[in-house]
């Protein structure tokens, strides 16, 4: 048993734990979350930004721009054509068939939150069809080597984590193979009543790379890595199609061509060479192999990180959580000022207690907000009951907000125009029109290199 691809599946896995819990606070920020962040007190406690304000006798407010820049990107990509290339040629059935614009925006909102565009290509029999299969997945399932190519060509460990019911394991790993299922059944029955409960902060519903967040599924874990070896291009003339496969197969190739000169048809044609070629293998937790794939061209991954300098991740709502935490910090102060503001405050001179004997405070509080109600009250010194108002809100915080919302537009590039808000009187249509094809000029480098991920995607699409 080689434990090799295992154990570098779990390298990449540790690996990227700065990433997973990056995109984890990226996704709290993006819907509402927002005062989480862990803060550190002058006495040396660690509390969240919440408990923080809470004890400054602060109600924490929030308001979501973070989400409406989103969803303003979001609908920009869908409000575009598809390309003609889901409408006509060999993309468009299977574009139809899995819904290929749905899943692009979702992906491109995950790519918004966490820099990350994944998704699997598989062909395999479903209840919808048959055919080659996208589906998104999740960073908090995916793991990769470090590599620093924007188009991958440097990926050496690619795969993610599978969360199976027992049936669906028996079906996926042995569906010939009636031993290997009864063994499987035994391995993750015993594997289940020992699963350890579900760490405490594992919100995105994963667990960790041994274990389910659910104990009742079996985890699978995929692992595809890539190697030199020699391997045997295989071209068929009658299709045009060409593989790649292992020389172990060139006995089956060799019988298959005298099958097709018996038939007078065209042989198969291969060459042999050292190419690079990759291996797909499903592991137990426990590192026991349970299926392994014959080599191929590619792994069935479409990847792309962004912007992925130096192998790093920055994703687009990063620049604005800053911005975004300003302006909740100062919503938080206003709505404080606010409350505890005097409000028709009533100071009632203590001689002026001559209501009548059978007069209380309340009943003074009550008449005072009745309208054409009238108290009656007797002051030798000659003082009158005041009222004092507060006209307004510290102005300057006022300002400071308006001045934030206008930094988060300029930082991030999603402006009102873009969002669709209502124009200013005095703005023309035309003006306005320019306004939003400027703004969204500065997102050109987002759809660009989702586009680049999409044809990635479809390349894999037309091999599968």
Same mark, same amino acid.
Not at 29 to 34: K, L, N, S
Not at 113 to 133: K, N
Not at 315 to 339: H, K, Y
């Given at each position: 048993m080689n434990?090799?691809?295992?154990?570098?599946?779990?390298?990449?896995?540790? @690996?990227?734990?700065?990433?997973?819990? /990056?995109?984890?606070?990226?996704?709290?920020?993006?819907?509402?979350?927002?005062? %989480?962040?862990?803060? &550190?007190?002058? %006495?040396?406690?660690?509390?969240?930004?919440?408990?923080?304000?809470?004890?400054?006798?602060?109600?924490p407010v929030t308001n979501n721009l973070i989400r409406q820049i989103i969803k303003s990107v979001v609908g920009r990509f869908r409000s575009q054509p598809l390309p003609s290339r889901y409408s006509t040629g060999p993309l468009a059935t299977i574009a139809s068939r899995n819904l290929i614009s749905e899943l692009d925006a979702r992906t491109l909102e995950e790519f918004l939150?966490?820099?990350?565009?994944?998704?699997?290509? /598989?062909?395999?029999?479903?209840?919808?069809?048959?055919?080659?299969?996208v589906d998104i997945v999740s960073p908090a399932r995916f793991f990769v080597n470090h590599f620093r190519d924007p188009r991958g060509h440097d990926i050496e460990?690619?795969?993610?984590?599978?969360?199976?019911?027992?049936?669906?394991?028996?079906?996926?790993?042995?569906?010939? %193979?009636?031993?290997?299922?009864? *063994?499987?059944?035994t391995l993750y029955a015993d594997t289940d009543s020992r699963l350890p409960p579900l760490a405490l902060g594992d919100t995105d519903g994963c667990g960790g790379f041994l274990h389910p967040s659910d104990p009742s599924r079996c985890r699978v874990i995929e692992v595809w890595t890539r190697s030199l070896s020699h391997v045997a291009a295989c071209h068929d003339p009658e299709t045009g199609r060409c593989t790649i496969t292992s020389t172990g197969q060139l006995p089956h190739i060799d019988r298959q061509n005298r099958l097709r000169h018996s038939q007078g048809r065209l042989p198969l044609v291969t060459r042999r060479r050292l190419g690079v070629s990759w291996i797909g293998r499903w592991y137990a937790p426990s590192g026991r192999l349970l299926r392994q794939t014959a080599p191929a061209a590619t792994h069935p991954f479409a990847v792309k990180f962004y912007p992925l300098i130096d192998g790093e991740v920055h994703?687009?709502?990063?620049?604005?959580?800053?911005?975004?935490?300003?302006?909740?910090?100062?919503?938080?102060?206003?709505?404080?000022?606010?409350?505890v503001s005097a409000k028709e405050l009533v100071l009632f001179p203590h001689e002026a207690?001559?209501?009548?004997?059978?007069?209380?405070?309340? %009943?003074?509080a009550r008449a005072w907000s009745t309208p054409g109600a009238m108290i009656p009250y007797r002051s030798d010194s000659g003082k009158m009951p005041s009222v004092i108002n507060t006209a307004g809100?510290?102005?300057g915080l006022s300002n400071l907000l308006a001045v934030?919302?206008?930094?988060?537009?300029?930082? /991030?590039?999603?402006?009102? *125009?873009?969002?669709?808000?209502? @124009?200013? /009187?005095?703005? &023309?249509?035309?003006?306005?029109?320019?306004?939003?094809?400027?703004?969204?000029?500065?997102?050109?480098?987002?759809?660009?290199?989702?586009?680049?991920?999409?044809?990635q995607r479809d390349r894999l699409l037309t091999d599968f």
């Open positions: 434990h090799t691809p295992f154990q570098a599946a779990r390298r990449a896995w540790d @690996a990227a734990a700065g990433l997973r819990a /990056s995109r984890q606070r990226m996704k709290r920020f993006a819907y509402g979350h927002q005062w %989480d962040d862990p803060v &550190t007190l002058p %006495d040396g406690s660690v509390v969240t930004m919440a408990e923080r304000a809470r004890r400054n006798l602060c109600d939150i966490s820099g990350c565009a994944i998704q699997r290509i /598989s062909r395999h029999m479903r209840p919808e069809g048959s055919g080659p299969w460990t690619i795969g993610m984590l599978h969360d199976w019911s027992v049936d669906e394991t028996v079906a996926r790993m042995a569906p010939r %193979d009636p031993k290997l299922a009864d *063994a499987l059944r994703p687009f709502i990063e620049d604005v959580i800053d911005r975004q935490i300003q302006v909740n910090r100062t919503l938080t102060m206003v709505d404080r000022i606010m409350a207690l001559l209501g009548g004997p059978d007069w209380k405070l309340k %009943d003074y809100i510290n102005a934030e919302m206008q930094m988060m537009e300029q930082v /991030s590039g999603v402006t009102s *125009a873009l969002q669709g808000q209502r @124009a200013a /009187s005095s703005d &023309t249509a035309s003006l306005y029109k320019a306004q939003a094809d400027n703004a969204a000029t500065a997102l050109t480098d987002i759809f660009e290199t989702f586009e680049a991920f999409r044809c």
